[in-house]
């Protein structure tokens, strides 16, 4: 509850401004509305007098191409006037999509300010991004003029997402208009950012640098409302924030909760002042990606329906653990299944290894021995086969096998299958179509190996404060167990030598050579460059992988398959 106020002895005026994350799903706008009524309600009763809402909070982001449905956009418009109708004292700043009635695209991606039963104005977004996952000149008009809005004696300058970011370490383009600095120009004495910005795992530390390099710039406070929840692979975090003009942070909502700051606001006396919590602590990165790949599982399954539990295999390796304690922490332990499915290649540990893991995070698991199936079907082969050597078709019979006994069951109880490839693996190709690779979502195909192990040391030493995934599986070199004694470092390189290699061909997109300027032998970089590139096809067949880096499989990265490109070492 909003602590009550009074004016103080000068007599100075202020506001009081609730920056509020939601979590709405694309497309269910009736449920998106009731987010938003509950949200005007609570302000209403605290006495706020203004509310400020994520980035098309009344669709959701990315709506995509539903965005090309005249019915969506009619029942968003719809939707619109049903905010501004039931607005009231509380005025309400909330995004959404509008009608363009002029030439060009259909709609506008929108700011509406309403109160009392009225449109206060309109802003549209003008940065409209076309790099990695987004595609937004697709589907909305630009913005091509400024103004600021006059509200309760103070001049507010209205900003959309990407128009705050503004050319910082945008790496594909550059903009030639600054929104916030010509509002900024025309009197503003405060900017309004409406955010639907997707988290990645340095992005709570280069949101707060691009914000505070704005305050110092333009000398005014910037009130940051940011979307939260999971959509498909896309994880925003939250991260609400004032900045007060002194750059300095005076109020941060807590990643991934559906939560609000409450702010006091003094236009002439240029104070602003945090009157809920504290500023919330930005936790290590590696505690924001499990948070963020837990909430994705769990709005995956919930705003899509496909189940309300998992199956998984349980190798007795590093990376099904890893998601077997990401699903039952998302999910509960009573909504994850197991499976663990030895051959006559697996060690003893992939079994007993995953039963003390299972026993430790309280999930069922079952076993299915795969040796007897395994050389049915190399009987089967043999005709074809005969005189042939043991090979890669051979070992991928194993992962084959283990992906259809997992979509049986997913088939027969309704578990959804949860993909264990990490990001190294896709990367590299170390996986196999229609075996390790099926599912219905990739946990941690965003992530490379060296975070995956990482990250289990954390549960054990920060979240658990125990051993629940066994040392055994932590300290055991990774194989995929598809022949005698088999090793990754058989067919890969080291992961701490592979993977930032990777992160630098990938995320950075650097070249060859500019890759082995930074230590590594140039062969070995070539190799592994010729590697993730012969591999696309693969990935286009990938399961949809929740996204925590700056360059993630998917969407993200459009990689032609038909193609005759070589990275060379220039």
Not at 53 to 60: F, I, K, N, R, S
Not at 69 to 74: A, C, E, G, Y
Not at 76 to 98: E, K, M, P
Not at 264 to 274: I, R, S
Request: charged fraction near 25%; aromatic fraction near 8%; proline fraction near 5%.
């Amino acid at each position: 509850m909003v602590k009550k106020y009074t004016l103080q002895t000068n007599n100075c005026y202020f506001m009081i401004i609730r920056l509020e994350q939601l979590n709405p799903t694309i497309g269910d706008i009736s449920g998106n509305i009731s987010l938003i009524e509950k949200a005007m309600a609570n302000a209403e009763a605290d006495k706020v007098d203004l509310l400020v809402l994520p980035e098309l909070v009344v669709c959701g982001y990315p709506p995509m191409d539903l965005i090309e449905r005249q019915t969506f956009l009619d029942t968003i418009y719809q939707a619109n006037d049903r905010i501004i109708t039931n607005s009231g004292d509380t005025a309400v700043l909330f995004g959404t999509a509008t009608p363009n009635n002029s030439t060009g695209r259909k709609c506008f991606n929108s700011a509406l300010l309403v109160q009392n039963g009225y449109k206060v104005t309109e802003v549209h977004k003008t940065l409209l991004p076309t790099y990695d996952v987004y595609d937004e000149l697709r589907y909305f008009e630009p913005n091509d003029a400024f103004e600021c809005i006059e509200f309760k004696g103070a001049k507010i300058g209205i900003t959309v997402c990407e128009d705050i970011w503004h050319n910082f370490e945008l790496p594909y383009l550059t903009y030639d208009v600054n929104p916030a600095k010509e509002l900024v120009e025309k009197g503003a004495e405060a900017i309004f950012n409406l955010s639907a910005s997707p988290y990645t795992r340095n992005k709570p530390r280069s949101r707060q640098e691009m914000l505070q390099q704005h305050v110092e710039r333009l000398e005014v406070p910037i009130f940051y409302a940011n979307q939260v929840g999971g959509n498909t692979e896309l994880v925003s975090d939250g991260d609400s924030m004032a900045i007060n003009s002194d750059a300095e942070v005076v109020g941060r909502a807590p990643l991934f909760e559906e939560s609000y700051i409450d702010l006091k606001w003094q236009p002439e006396a240029d104070t602003l002042e945090n009157i809920g919590p504290m500023p919330v602590e930005i936790s290590e990165k590696i505690a924001q990606m499990f948070s963020a790949l837990k909430l994705g599982l769990q709005d995956y399954l919930n705003k899509t329906g496909i189940a309300d539990d998992v199956v998984l295999g349980l190798s007795g390796g590093i990376d099904s653990a890893l998601v077997a304690a990401i699903a039952t922490e998302a999910l509960g332990a009573e909504n994850v299944v197991g499976i663990t499915m030895p051959s006559e290649f697996s060690s003893e540990g992939s079994v007993t290894h995953s039963q003390q893991l299972a026993q430790n995070l309280g999930i069922e698991l079952h076993e299915i021995a795969v040796k007897d199936l395994y050389d049915q079907f190399n009987t089967a082969l043999n005709p074809l086969f005969k005189g042939a050597d043991f090979g890669v078709a051979e070992e991928n019979l194993q992962p084959r096998i283990r992906g259809t006994l997992l979509m049986a069951y997913s088939n027969k109880f309704g578990n959804m299958l949860l993909n264990t490839g990490n990001k190294s693996e896709l990367a590299t190709g170390y996986c196999t179509l229609y075996g390790d690779m099926a599912g219905g979502l990739g946990v941690i195909a965003d992530l490379y190996k060296v975070e995956v192990y990482e990250m289990a040391r954390w549960l054990n030493e920060e979240y658990y404060g125990e051993e629940i995934i066994p040392s055994a599986i932590i300290n055991k070199s990774p194989s995929a167990e598809l022949r005698p004694d088999q090793k990754d470092a058989d067919s890969l390189p080291k992961y701490d030598i592979l993977d930032p290699i990777l992160e630098s061909y990938i995320e950075k997109q650097l070249s060859v050579a500019e890759i082995a300027e930074r230590g590594f032998d140039i062969d070995l970089v070539q190799d592994i460059v010729e590697l993730v590139d012969r591999n696309e096809y693969k990935r286009f067949q990938a399961v949809p992988a929740l996204k925590v880096s700056d360059k993630a499989f998917g969407t993200g990265r459009r990689w032609p398959l038909v193609q005759r490109w070589t990275n060379n070492r220039n």
